[in-house]
């Protein structure tokens, strides 16, 4: 599923022209990533939440190589799922 | 922010009135809740990718009883943001 199969999906079941739905669509997510890029965490009710998480310098090794390589300290997006939605998938 | 506040800022952003912001969101939402329940995965190219991932089955315990129980395998969904969206996030 990409993001044209999403906004045809949308289209057909909102009855609005795909045009308006794919503006509006692509907002939604530029408007989250936006968020997100300030540090803000965006909560959606009955869906999930999602948040900036720092994550600490660790050690790693290279599979290959067997070489350890130092991953620096550094900030990731992650996906709270909302109890709701965890039901209905569990 | 939540959900109300995305709304109103994609509303006037995209000059779409607020009920079109928030049916075309909640149509979103659904499609990706539905496409997970399918048990599909979801992939929004240059923001992430929504996954189920397989959780095995593990001994816990009530902490209040102490006793142990079983917590049954199970799946949980997962994000995985995009190489954009994780630089973006990581400045």
Avoid: W
């Avoid at chain 1, 949308?10 to 022209?17: H, L, R, S, V, Y």
């Avoid at chain 1, 803000?40 to 660790?58: D, S």
């Avoid at chain 2, 075309?24 to 923001?47: A, K, N, Y």
């Avoid at chain 2, 949980?76 to 996030?89: I, R």
């Amino acid at each position: 599923m990409t993001k044209a199969d999403i906004v045809e999906l949308i289209a057909e079941k909102t009855g609005f022209t795909v045009k308006d739905v794919k503006i509006v669509v692509e907002q939604c997510l530029t408007e989250i990533k936006d968020c997100l890029a300030e540090g803000n965490h965006l909560e959606i009710r009955g869906f999930g939440t999602f948040k900036v998480k720092n994550h600490k310098a660790r050690k790693a090794r290279n599979p290959k190589t067997n070489e350890e390589v130092m991953v620096p300290a550094r900030k990731k997006a992650v996906f709270k799922v909302s109890k709701e939605l965890n039901n209905i998938l569990y | 922010m939540n959900k109300l506040e995305l709304i109103e800022s994609v509303a006037k952003k995209t000059g779409q009135s607020k009920s079109v912001a928030r049916e075309v969101l909640d149509s979103l939402l659904d499609t990706v809740e539905q496409t997970l329940v399918c048990g599909h995965t979801i992939e929004i190219r240059g923001f992430g990718a929504f996954k189920l991932k397989r959780r095995e089955s593990q001994r816990a315990r009530n902490p209040r009883t102490g006793e142990t129980v079983e917590v049954p395998s199970r799946f949980v969904p997962v994000f995985k943001p995009s190489k954009k969206l994780a630089e973006k996030v990581d400045k």
